[in-house]
């Protein structure tokens, strides 16, 4: 139907309505017109008048448990209790609740049929018809499963990042999905943690880049766009500096550090237009982040300009009470919205106890008023009311999508990382006589979908022995022994998969994590392979046949005595459907390997905190005694931030810096020559680091300031080039201020946080 048409239908039924009325019947006609023809979304007109006459209108109708409605969200999955009549009237109390239009948003509703019948509930049987919002958790896909967050930020390429994102958007969008709580944008600078599996790294400015380029797949640029969902940057703020890499933890950090690490990747977020935050469960320096004002009003809403809205965590807002922070459910829903946590989400504190806090005076209708309008505007500019619901055969059409899992594929193959490859082992030959394929995630195919994967993780991951069946010579013999339990001993059979590893001619070995060792409250304090893998990799190498040990890990693992001693070593983490694929690819050599760590792997836990831009100290280790160094094992890291190989060599020359005397509004031009000296074609990521030599607060030794991928083929050579404001170099003083101060500076241009080319510039006074 063209436009015109729609406008006529918009206009002739809105002739007969007073002007609340009016507006949600024509937006509702429209609706109906887009349900039978998605393709036209992308035509639909703007509301009738200026969204803040029509959120006023709305407010203006609205009775105070409407209001609290559209502030609580709720847990909405299908009600499948073993008793009918139990899940009968569950059902039905669930449908009653919104009639009533006291839940605005839920959780855990997946598919097109079921949301839709929950949102008819809504749009066409409660008294004011707004729509509900369906959020869920898509963090790495959603029907097809891709690599978890941390391995997806050792690809450095925004642009697959931002790609995937945009596919689990169309995927969980299909299914009735609205919003999801993603990106998580914490940064984690302890491995023990679970949740650093969900999150790209350690480094603010790799991480911001990341939050970024997921915000603008979800969301894309026309939010009206029938593939898109609406985004939620998490978990606000400072989750990741949890004492002890303890899940919920108590946070005790600087506000510098606050300002300097965990704010930047929020802030790219919103910069970037999310729709949505989600506080932490944390607390930072006494205050919770779900109670905390400065966090989520004076920073978010006062420094960022931030206009979407803030869901609290789940049952943050009730945890306040254990916190030690709110005396009573009903004074932390209070302390919650006051602070700037717009949505409860499942503490069902406000829908319970707002009414009360209001009439007593705690919370004035004006707080309720605008964290009401920020959910609203929200559901008005995603064009829910609009488009309130799934359509059942964009759904049909991707839950399997091939496009996807060549996606899914590139992304797992970008995500990996090259720790070791002594002699050149990989890449291995496909016409090998025999290869054993050992280790108990060789054939494994559930664990490598991740800690959050997402309704696709139901099918079954493509394993490395799978895969490496496909793609070897038919003369070859591939002998597969699992060897031992992922986790825990059960079924030890080292001596048996060290029989068959010494009867080929090379072993992969595939070892690592199960996928429940990490995510939310899953935080470990040895950082060791689990079980007896470690037992599986000795008996191995004694054989002496070269082996390779492939890692699938959600976190860094501590894998000190296998990097030292076997000769080649793969970090796959946990890659998602195409896991398989993209191991065979990398150690056949179809795929050059090209990931660079976004996290720091520590020798031993006993190492954790460890980070590339720490401080120097006033003792820097050195071969000197009295320096800042552990006497049982070097200060160095196993692995360092930023470190990958390949399968060629690139060389590093000619760094050039202009100018040299900087002014403080100038803008700085850092380049160097990245040559392939090797013989395959490939890519690299250039990466550009500074430091602050003094200044009156002491700098990190190194900063990540920039970075490049760049391909290659072999003999090429081509200028990589940064421009950097000067303004960039800054932190935050004594006062909280941002400044840049004048003095030296180094610059590196290199392929790690370690190796690089050196040069300085002078920042001038002005
Ligand atoms: C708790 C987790 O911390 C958060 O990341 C998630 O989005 C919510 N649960 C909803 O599942």
């Known amino acids: 139907m063209p436009l ?108 097109a049929a079921y949301t839709n019948e929950l949102q008819k509930i809504a749009v066409e049987g409660s008294r004011l018809g707004i729509p509900l919002l369906f959020g869920n958790d898509v963090i790495h896909g959603y029907n097809t499963i891709f690599p978890i967050p941390l391995a997806e930020a050792c690809t450095w390429s925004p642009e ?249 594929l590139s992304l797992a193959r970008s995500s990996i990382v090259l720790l070791k490859n002594e002699g050149n082992l990989l890449p291995l030959r496909t016409d090998l006589r025999t290869l054993a394929v050992i280790g108990p995630l060789a054939d494994d195919t559930k664990n490598p979908h991740g800690t959050w994967a997402g309704i696709g993780a139901g099918a079954a991951a493509v394993t490395v022995l799978e895969a490496i069946k496909a793609r070897v010579s038919p003369e070859t013999s591939v002998r597969f022994v699992k060897g031992c339990d992922l986790a825990g001993v059960h079924e030890d059979d080292i001596t048996g998969a060290v029989a068959v590893a010494s009867k080929a001619d090379a072993v992969v070995l595939v070892v690592g994590e199960p996928e429940s060792y990490s995510g939310e409250a899953h935080c470990r304090t040895n950082l060791q392979l689990p079980g007896t893998q470690l037992d599986l990799v000795k008996g191995v190498h004694r054989t002496g046949v070269p082996t390779i040990v492939v890692l699938m890990n959600g976190r860094p693992l501590s894998v000190a005595w296998t990097a030292e001693h076997v000769p080649a070593l793969v970090e796959a983490w946990h890659l998602g459907a195409q896991s398989g694929n993209a191991v065979a690819d990398v150690l056949f050599g179809k795929f050059n390997p090209a990931g660079k760590l976004a996290i720091t792997i520590p020798r031993n836990v006993g190492q954790v905190p460890i980070y590339y831009n720490h401080k120097n100290t006033g003792r820097p280790p050195s071969e000197d005694r009295w320096t800042s160094k552990y006497l049982d094992t070097p200060w160095t890291p196993l692995f360092p931030f930023g470190f990958g190989l390949s399968y060629t060599e690139f060389a590093y020359s000619d760094l050039r810096i202009s100018p040299l005397e900087a002014d403080m509004d100038d803008n700085l031009v850092l380049s160097a020559t990245i040559r392939n000296k090797g013989d395959r074609a490939g890519h690299e990521v250039v990466q550009l680091y500074f430091r602050d030599i003094v200044a009156s607060i002491t700098r990190p030794v190194k900063e990540l300031k920039g970075f490049r991928r760049i391909w290659l083929e072999p003999g090429q050579a081509t200028r990589v080039e940064f421009s950097l404001p000067v303004h960039r170099l800054g932190f935050y003083n004594s006062r909280s201020e941002y400044v840049v101060e004048p003095g030296r500076f180094k610059v590196w241009i290199g392929p790690n946080s370690v190796n690089g080319l050196e040069g300085a510039l002078t920042v001038q006074r002005r």
């Open 4 to 111: 015109i048409q729609m406008r006529t239908v918009y206009l002739k039924l809105s002739l007969n309505f007073t002007a609340f009325g009016r507006w949600i019947a024509s937006v509702a006609a429209i609706a109906v017109l887009v349900i039978t023809s998605p393709a036209l979304s992308a035509a639909i007109p703007p509301e009738p008048a200026s969204t803040a006459l029509q959120l006023e209108a709305m407010l203006g109708r609205m009775t105070l448990p409407e209001k609290l409605g559209q502030l609580t969200l709720e847990w909405g999955g299908r009600i499948n209790d073993t008793n009918p009549q139990i899940a009968q009237s569950k059902t039905e109390e669930l449908h009653t609740l919104i009639r009533e239009g006291k839940i605005g948003a839920f959780l855990g509703a997946h598919g």
């Open 160 to 408: 697959l990042v931002e790609a995937a994102a945009a596919a689990a958007a169309a995927e969980a969008r299909a299914s009735g999905t609205r919003w999801t709580f993603a990106p998580m944008v914490d940064i984690a600078r302890d491995p023990r943690w679970g949740r650093v599996a969900e999150g790209s790294g350690e480094d603010p400015y790799l991480g911001s880049v990341m939050a970024a380029a997921r915000v603008r797949g979800f969301q894309g640029d026309d939010p009206f766009a029938a593939d898109k969902v609406l985004a939620c940057a998490k978990h606000y703020v400072a989750y990741g500096a949890a004492e002890g890499g303890r899940d919920y933890n108590t946070v005790d950090l600087s506000r510098r550090t606050l300002r300097e690490i965990y704010l930047p990747p929020f802030q790219a977020a919103v910069e970037a237009g999310v729709g949505s935050i989600m506080s932490a469960f944390n607390e930072i320096n006494g205050v919770p982040a779900t109670a905390n004002r400065f966090a989520l009003t004076d920073v978010l809403r006062g420094e960022w300009n931030f206009d979407g809205f803030v869901v609290s965590d789940y049952n943050s807002v009730g945890e306040l009470v254990p916190h030690g922070y709110a005396d009573s459910p009903a004074r932390a829903a209070a302390l919650a919205i006051l602070a700037g946590v717009d949505m409860d989400m499942c503490s069902k504190t406000y829908s319970a106890h707002l009414q009360e806090m209001t009439q007593d005076g705690t919370v004035s209708d004006s707080v309720i008023n605008e964290a009401v309008r920020r959910v609203l505007r929200s559901k008005l500019r995603i064009g829910l009311f609009q488009q309130p619901y799934a359509d059942p055969a964009v759904e049909a059409s991707l839950r399997s999508s091939q496009a996807h899992q060549e996606l899914a």
